[in-house]
């Protein structure tokens, strides 16, 4: 009779364990809306459940969906703005504002046909700054863009204007 009781209570025990568990780990749906500190909703901001692959990120108008469970970590990181993390809780609606982080920008150099970090690029890059147009007065755009690194811009002197212009690499 002994091993009976042993039997019903080892069970009882388990029954209580599952119901413990499954009432701590319960999933539901996260959604949210991700704003700057100028309240403008972003796009594109990645939210994902730290320690795994599974994320998301927000539509046009800066909402996001995401299903995780409470006691998780989402981690919100976007470019240019501090990352943040954010315990789930019993809240499924989350509002998140995310703060510039200006150390971040100057990480960054956006060139003409996307953005590398700075300690990755090899080519050369130049600037055209207005202050040095100001003092030149060009009259067409090739004459903004003589003199620019690894272009090289031609001459054309008949009277319909033009030229050629020639980029290294």
């Known amino acids: 009779m002994d091993m009976k009781k042993h039997r019903i209570f080892t069970w009882l025990t388990l029954l209580l364990f599952i119901g413990v568990v499954s009432g701590y780990a319960q ?80 990480e960054v150099v956006v060139i003409g046909y996307g953005s590398v970090r700075k300690k990755d690029l090899t080519g050369a890059v130049s600037q055209i700054r207005p202050d040095a147009l100001a003092n030149e007065a060009p009259k067409t755009v090739a004459d903004v863009l003589r003199g620019t690194a690894g272009l090289n811009v031609g001459f054309d002197r008949s009277a319909k204007g033009g030229g050629t212009m020639s980029i290294r690499g």
């Open 27 to 106: 999933h539901g749906i996260i959604t949210g809306k991700v704003f700057d500190t100028t309240r403008e909703a972003l796009i594109g901001v990645t939210i994902q459940l730290k320690g795994t692959m599974k994320g998301t990120i927000t539509d046009f108008d800066g909402n996001f969906s995401i299903e995780a469970s409470q006691g998780e970590i989402l981690v919100i990181s976007y470019i240019g703005y501090k990352t943040q993390e954010i315990v789930v809780s019993n809240n499924s609606n989350l509002t998140i504002m995310l703060q510039d982080d200006a150390e971040l920008l100057e």
